[in-house]
């Protein structure tokens, strides 16, 4: 597929940009294929290319912290991250295809080219550009204040009852009486369950299947069925997310946002019945949304299917980091240095190699998180209270899990002991243990850049990361590996994270784990700052790192852990005796070795080329 006419005119009429000028531009560009699920570009990161999609759709989405609402789709024929020609700030929206896409693209490098040489089309792109980006604010902006005086629009209050009593609801809020007590009770960390949109998600997907469930096995009617699925379908768009306000921290093992969600739910079913919020003997929060159901198996189901979700952000963020140090090993491949045990100079290798075994590292972690993930699977819908399934239909666990598969999208199977499927927490704990062992290995990767980056002057200043901000207050001309130090901090997170888990988890007491809030908390914010943390240590920082190439190969020249090396051509004793030179005297081994003739340069430089020195080889015979 190549850029043809028909879409340089539908993508020049868009944007109101003359064809023979995007012509001229994209003649340099290449054709670029995404597959379903793939994401172009992350928010926060730097825009490194602009480009025409040629096939399929983009969705635009907002939301870094775990509520993430989508901005807005770029179908075929539409320009895409063409904010780069304007300025050198990061992307505002992360960009993603859910069925695949082609897209046409030129990388920043050549853009800056391209203005240097043709600077007077540049510019008329860019002016064209700011218009087209000047008008797409302004409508978004209408749309949020739209949006925001809605939200801010107050309909009275509404009198809901319980067991417990009557309370006054505000008439415009979509939650009911439960989640206002919860909301009273529970005033904790300032973290609603409308911060995790994928929890919202797999709240959605389980109503509908119950809904379809019970509809099938005939517990309930297809109006109230389809008014149900109809709320849970916004709930996936999306919408109302801001009415799921309980604390994440919260006694009851989720009860409270399992009817945060079923109220929810209810109180959108009925409007789409034609019905006030709140006239539940129409659409029922208990009757109906949790029909069959007990929060029990809906809310470790949700979380479940939250961290299936949330892993395919994680995967995505930690295959760009390995790939990134992928790319720095083949960069680096002929960089000789000093590799290092204990601090100590070992023997040397290459930088490549160094990077290598980081991208392993990385590769290694991501396959343990997902055959962790495999084991979310297995879930316990149809166990009710404890595992017996009281009060749901016969067939009722098989049917809705069925029907969980289909509208989920995941190959779910049905737990094969449901009670204990209801008080086991260690399937999060195993995920939780996986996480920690890729936040060990990241924050050792962290680590290392942060000594070879170390200096400039008075380190090893093997490697130049790329300077972000200036990296102090008083000491002018200071820049500090400020992205290293926050991905350390965010693996420290995680680490601790897991212990917390390892406990919530332990504190399950005869058929239910009462500390699961704690758990998908953990898990779900883990899963989020450090995909977040991949995302941006390869962007901001690997990407950018640079070799000092001079500095390591004199660090190999001087290094008395050359001799070690050398000990096979020239022997150990004449080894020994170099190394115990070099050490009274600071002599270079390197020169030590020529002054005494036991190799010539020719030679003592063959036996330092990176091939020589770090793949196996023949040994030559002592001179």
Known sequence: MKLDENTLKQAALTAGIEEVDLQTFFAQGERIEYAAGDWLFQESTPRNWAGIILAGEIQLVRGLHGSSHRVGTVSAGGLISEGVFIDQDSHANGGYTRLGAVVWQVSREKIDVFRKEQPEIFYRLVSRVAVAINRRMRTLSEQLYGETCKRRTMSGFRLEHDSLGHRE?????????????????????????????????????????????????????????????????????????????????????????????????????????????????????????????????????????????????????????????????????????????????????????????????????????????????????????????????????????????????????????????????????????????????????????????????????????????????????????????????????????????SMAAESSELELCMAEPIIAYDLLHGMMILKNACVTLASRCIVGIEANRDVCRSYVENSIGLVTALVPVIGYEPSAAIAKEALKTGGSVYNLVLEKGLLTKKELDDMLSPEKMTDPRDIPQHL
């Open 169 to 501: 609801i505000p008439g415009d809020a979509y939650y009911g009486v439960q989640t206002q007590r919860a909301i009273e009770n529970f005033p904790i960390s300032g973290v609603p369950v409308s911060n995790f949109s994928h929890l919202i998600e797999g709240f959605a997907f389980i109503k509908i299947a119950a809904a379809r469930a019970n509809f099938e096995l005939g517990v309930m009617d297809g109006e109230k069925m389809e008014a149900l699925c109809g709320a849970c379908v916004e709930l996936l768009e999306g919408k109302l997310h801001e009415h799921f306000a309980v604390d994440m921290f919260q006694g009851g093992a989720g009860t409270s946002t399992n009817m945060n969600a079923n109220e929810v739910i209810t109180n959108r079913g009925l409007e789409l019945m034609g019905h006030e919020k709140g006239e539940y003997q129409y659409l029922h929060p208990n009757d109906h949304a949790n029909c069959s159901q007990s929060t029990n198996d809906t809310y470790p189901t949700a979380v479940k299917l939250a961290v299936l979700l949330s892993h395919r952000n994680l995967a995505r963020g930690m295959e760009d980091l390995k790939n990134a140090l992928l790319q720095k090993s083949v960069e680096f491949k002929d960089v000789l240095k000093m590799g290092r045990t204990e601090n100590q100079d070992a023997v040397p290798m290459t930088l490549g190699q160094e990077f290598s075994a980081y991208a392993v590292m990385v590769g290694s972690a991501m396959r343990a998180i997902e055959g962790a993930s495999e084991e979310f699977m297995h879930i316990n819908m149809g166990a009710t209270a404890i595992g017996t399934g009281i009060n749901c239909p016969l067939g009722y666990a098989d049917l809705v899990t069925e029907k969980l598969v289909e509208v989920s999208g995941f190959p779910l199977k049905r737990a094969g002991n449901l009670v204990e499927a209801t008080q086991n927490a260690g399937t999060f704990v195993q995920m939780s243990a996986t996480m920690k062992r890729a936040a060990v290995q990241i924050s050792k990767i962290c680590n290392d850049l942060r000594w070879l980056s170390s200096g400039p002057r008075c380190g090893l200043n093997e490697i130049n990361l790329p300077p972000m901000q200036p990296g102090s207050s008083i000491m002018p001309g200071k820049v500090n590996p400020v992205i290293p130090e926050v991905v350390n901090q965010i693996c420290y997170q995680v680490i601790g994270y897991d212990t917390v888990v």
